[in-house]
């Protein structure tokens, strides 16, 4: 069985960089898409972007300019790199896996368990 | 961007009734479409995809329906632990990938 565990800084400043690492265990790690997903204090589910094993991303162009995703296949590791943050930025981040169609990344199955990032200064 | 629209914002059923949720998307979709179910504190967990598949170890009481634009998720009979906010999200168009805002499930 399949399950992400995530972790990174839960605090920062505005204008700093957040930084979030996802390790896959159980399963394969090619043939996915590996996403990152965020979810604002009581709002809505927003996709940041995905990445497959061998580098290829894709991004929400609401966030492109700020936001590099990263696969490192020896862990089974996947990270997000998000600079520049504001308080907007204030979500909780989810790692999850993302199965692949023609059409490319679809659902999303399992989830890591979520972890909140505050920006305050 | 496909937007994702989901009705209503909040829907109040009593156990054991039939809870009828709907999601409509700004342009065909054909049937790229998932539904989650996300309880307080918790990641969402997925229950449809394919718009009508459902995903492994979910209950036959959810059922999932629709094509192109128009789409619902039914739960035949509430169970306690069914009240939480769904979400559907779409994958025909990517990037990006999008989601509705979600529909509270409550207890009356």
């Known amino acids: 069985q399949v399950q992400l565990q995530q972790w990174g800084a839960g605090l920062l400043k505005p204008s700093g960089t957040l930084s979030l690492t996802c390790a896959v265990y159980?399963?394969?790690?090619?043939?996915?898409?590996w996403t990152w997903i965020r979810q604002a204090p009581g709002k809505g589910l927003e996709w940041i972007g995905d990445?497959?094993?061998?580098?290829?991303?894709y991004y929400n162009p609401s966030l492109k300019s700020r936001v590099t995703i990263s696969v490192d296949t020896s862990k089974n590791q996947f990270s997000l790199k998000l600079n520049s943050v504001t308080a907007a930025d204030t979500a909780v981040y989810f790692c999850?896996?993302?199965?692949?169609?023609?059409?490319?990344?679809?659902?999303?199955?399992?989830w890591g368990q979520g972890t909140l990032v505050t920006v305050s200064s | 961007e496909i937007v994702m629209t989901q009705s209503p914002a909040t829907l109040s059923v009593s156990p054991g009734e039939r809870a009828t949720l709907s999601c409509r998307a700004s342009?065909?979709?054909?049937?790229?479409l998932a539904w989650y179910q996300q309880k307080p504190g918790q990641a969402p967990r997925l229950l449809i995809s394919?718009?009508?598949t459902r995903a492994s170890g979910i209950p036959v009481r959810f059922s999932g329906s629709g094509s192109v634009t128009e789409f619902t998720l039914t739960i035949s009979s509430l169970q306690s632990e069914d009240f939480a906010v769904y979400y559907c999200?779409?994958?025909?168009?990517?990037?990006?990938?999008?989601f509705g805002q979600g529909t509270r499930l409550e207890m009356k």
């Open positions: 394919g718009a009508s």
């Open positions: 342009q065909s979709v054909n049937t790229n």
């Open positions: 159980g399963g394969s790690f090619s043939g996915y898409r």
């Open positions: 999200q779409q994958y025909h168009s990517w990037p990006p990938i999008t």
């Open positions: 990445i497959n094993n061998i580098g290829d991303g």
């Open positions: 999850a896996r993302g199965h692949i169609t023609i059409f490319g990344v679809a659902d999303f199955d399992p």
